[in-house]
């Protein structure tokens, strides 16, 4: 017992002097940048697979900020769809300049696509956005601001799952806002471990120059964290700190699809060799198993009740403590109110799934994720 009591506080400490640090960075002030009014340096790069229910509101939204912001491409990558999102991409690009629709004939995946769009294109900057997703109000103008004359190799963009009045959508929303407030603070720290593709922006030249090195151009998934952690050692990645770049998503519609995409998300990892990530996941994982073993062995009366309460206590305000503050930066509604419902739920959450990853390799959309 005194052997945990130990590891327990010691463990507890150092997350809680982690999670305070992400707060201190996620405490300062948003960035704005000097406007410009063209995006003709940019290209949008959608890939898509039977994503009909989606793209609808996509295109209307893109559409809208085209017209404020006008000049950038947009290339479509058609990946074997089945249902009407080739008629709709058909029809978008017949009335808008710039836009071409590209099909993935010998290739799958969203890797892939990309991959074959930029070949497809030679602006200096590409964004990769996802066929589900809804940028907000000026995105494209305030994407167009950030990327004119500057010389990162990678943006990191703010993505918001939600929003949602389920209990799986909430779960998502706010675990997602804690998996944002980690993604800025390493990024800020110059450690950056994550990014998601579904709003990512890069330019062309840094990703040809590390193209042929990548080992992991056959796994289907990853298309974000693979280019991540290829241009880490070139030491030029930021983050925006700017709420005007964010893009929403629906979040998934139910626990399976949830378990699918997660396992997906987390089993792409293991093929990513940086210390800065394994660490950061290491801590998480240990912090809400070691808390999951607590709190069984205090029902039981093995453990000090005040111990429990205390690190219990703890745990709850610091993560609430970044989730609202990141919540409210993106300007997410009642995220205090279900991170209390749901507080008891994330540790098992949080532990279960980096262990199932391990053992089940899931598909998605109809196939494996390494082909």
Same mark, same amino acid.
């Given at each position: 017992?005194?052997?945990?009591? +130990? ?147 990678? %943006? ?24 944002? #407030? ?14 998601? #593709? ?15 090195? *990548? ?73 809400? #198993?070691?808390? +999951? ?16 309460? #205390? ?16 919540? *409210? ?5 009642? %995220? ?19 262990? +199932? ?15």
């Amino acid at each position: 017992m005194t052997v945990l009591l +130990i590891t327990t506080t010691w463990l507890f400490t150092l997350y809680a002097l982690w999670v305070m640090k992400m707060i201190s960075l996620w405490s300062r002030p948003s960035e704005t940048p000097t406007p410009i009014h063209s995006s003709s340096h940019l290209s949008l790069i959608i890939p898509y697979r039977n994503e009909a229910q989606h793209l609808p509101n996509l295109l209307a939204a893109l559409s809208i900020q085209l017209k404020q912001t006008p000049g950038a491409a947009l290339l479509f990558v058609d990946d074997h769809s089945t249902d009407e999102s080739n008629k709709l991409i058909q029809a978008f690009a017949a009335t808008h300049a710039n836009s071409v629709m590209l099909s993935q004939r010998e290739s799958h995946g969203k890797k892939q696509g990309i991959d074959l769009a930029i070949s497809s294109t030679k602006t200096p900057w590409i964004i990769t956005l996802d066929a589900d997703v809804i940028p907000c109000d000026g995105w494209l103008s305030r994407i167009a601001s950030w990327t004119h004359e500057n010389a990162s190799d990678l %943006l990191i963009l703010p993505l918001h799952i939600g929003p949602s009045n389920s209990i799986v959508g909430r779960l998502q929303e706010v675990e997602f806002a804690s998996v944002m #407030g980690v993604t800025a603070g390493m990024a800020l720290l110059k450690r950056p471990i994550l990014c998601n #593709g579904a709003n990512m922006c890069f330019q062309r030249e840094a990703y040809l120059r590390v193209r042929d090195e *990548r080992a992991d151009m056959h796994i289907t998934s990853g298309d974000d964290l693979f280019l991540l952690h290829a241009l880490i050692p070139h030491q030029n990645i930021a983050w925006v700190h700017d709420p005007q770049v964010r893009v929403s998503t629906a979040p998934q519609s139910s626990w399976s699809t949830l378990v699918a995409q997660r396992l997906r998300w987390m089993g792409k990892t293991s093929s990513i060799s940086n210390r800065n990530l394994t660490a950061t996941a290491w801590l998480t994982f240990l912090t809400n #198993g070691v808390w +999951i073993v607590c709190a069984f062995l205090t029902l039981f009366n093995r453990f000090p009740f005040a111990f429990f309460a #205390g690190i219990s206590i703890l745990k709850i305000v610091l993560d609430g403590w970044l989730i609202v503050k990141v919540g *409210r930066w993106m300007c997410i509604k009642r %995220l205090k109110r279900f991170y209390l419902a749901l507080v008891f739920l994330y540790p098992f959450y949080a532990t279960l799934f980096p262990l +199932i990853s391990q053992l089940v390799k899931p598909t998605w959309k109809g196939r494996p994720t390494t082909i």
